[in-house]
């Protein structure tokens, strides 16, 4: 099994990690809209632990963005390559990801990461990282918000209500994917808008909570991890 090292110039502490944030930042693109919903190929992206062993396994999980059907599949298992730091998780888990993708037979489509985008302190998340690496598009759905806040929204698929930083820009969008159940979050990666974001994210939830690309990359990303440490 092949142990994906830490590139070598890597950031080696926060203030090295915010600095290429801060750099890589302004290369988003936030003027398109990204691919139409349900056409070509969207890949869910997602990383499991092993904080014993300091690895981490990624997996990318690619399907047809019409019939939710998988096309391919891929992993890779690296180090961490940076301590766990908030607002800095991209620096531990990207050059795994990044590996996973390029493992790929085919092009990805738009990517969606279990993380946020510019839905971030620094307007630079996962998403967004993965996204001017790559130049592909990317939207970031999270669990949880970070540190953004939202008014109230009602209780029907599809409902949703704005994240909205201090300055009230919009972040990113508590989004309802089932009737009555918790939002998920989701926001800009890069090279994509806000509402494509949204739909992709109501279409990969036909009947979920999650994208069935994120709950088919962490299943995935899990056994990888569990093969790796066998």
Not at 48 to 75: G, Q
């Amino acid at each position: 099994m092949k142990i994906i090292e830490t590139p070598r110039g890597w950031p080696a502490d926060e203030a090295e990690a915010i600095a290429v944030q801060d750099e890589l930042r302004t290369r988003v693109v936030l003027d398109e809209p990204g691919p139409a919903p349900g056409t070509g190929l969207v890949t869910g992206v997602d990383v499991a632990y092993d904080d014993t062993r300091d690895i981490v396994a990624a997996a990318a999980v690619v399907m047809d963005a019409a019939t939710l059907t998988v096309v391919e599949e891929a992993t890779a298992v690296g180090r961490v390559a940076f301590p766990y730091v908030p607002g800095l998780l991209a620096f531990r888990e990207i050059p795994t990801v990044l590996a996973a993708l390029e493992s790929l037979g085919a092009g990805p489509g738009l990517v969606v990461c279990d993380g946020y985008g510019r839905a971030h302190p620094r307007r630079f998340g996962l998403a967004a990282h993965l996204g001017v690496l790559t130049g592909l598009p990317v939207i970031g759905v999270a669990k949880n918000p970070f540190v953004f806040s939202h008014g109230e929204l009602g209780p029907r698929r599809g409902d949703f209500a704005a994240l909205r930083a201090d300055d009230a820009e919009e972040v990113g969008r508590a989004l309802r994917t089932q009737d009555g159940v918790k939002p998920v979050f989701v926001s800009v990666g890069h090279r994509t808008g806000l509402d494509h974001a949204c739909a992709h994210t109501l279409r990969l939830t036909p009947s979920f909570r999650l994208p069935e690309s994120t709950r088919r990359a962490d299943s995935l990303c899990r056994r990888a991890l569990a093969d790796a440490a066998a």
